[in-house]
Nanobody, 120 residues
Framework: QVQLVESGGGSVHHGGSLRLSCAAS????????MGWYRQAPGKEREFVAS???????TYTDSVKGRFGIFRDSTKNTVTLQMNNLEPGDTATYYC??????????????WGQGTLVTVSP
């Protein structure tokens, strides 16, 4: 079993900053993908940012220049630094990790979500 623990959500005014953290624990064979998705009320879940084990970050266009993703592979943690937050960033943010299992191939799991609210 692999479990994710998320933290760092909260409420801020526009222009504020938050830092989300995600820690993976359990029977991890080879962790590769670590990233963040978000889902606003009434909307589909969307990709936000990710980083592979090679250290290459990827961001959705709406957060480029404002968000930064950081990963510590030795601790199996990933952090999302969110700056200059906008009301459109209001959503529940979910950590997502993928790894290679020698027996089962590619596997993934999701965190429980942490709420980010940005007021005008």
């Amino acid at each position: 079993q692999v479990q994710l623990v998320e933290s760092g959500g909260g409420s801020v005014h526009h222009g504020g900053s938050l830092r989300l953290s995600c820690a993976a624990s359990g029977n991890i064979f080879s962790l590769n993908f670590m990233g963040w998705y978000r889902q606003a009320p009434g909307k589909e879940r969307e990709f936000v940012a990710s980083m592979t084990s090679g250290g290459k970050p990827t961001y959705t266009d709406s957060v480029k220049g404002r968000f930064g993703i950081f990963r510590d592979s030795t601790k199996n943690t990933v952090t999302l630094q969110m700056n200059n937050l906008e009301p459109g960033d209001t959503a529940t943010y979910y950590c997502n990790v993928g790894w290679l299992s020698p027996a089962d191939g590619w596997l993934e799991t999701w965190g429980q979500g942490t709420l980010v609210t940005v007021s005008p």
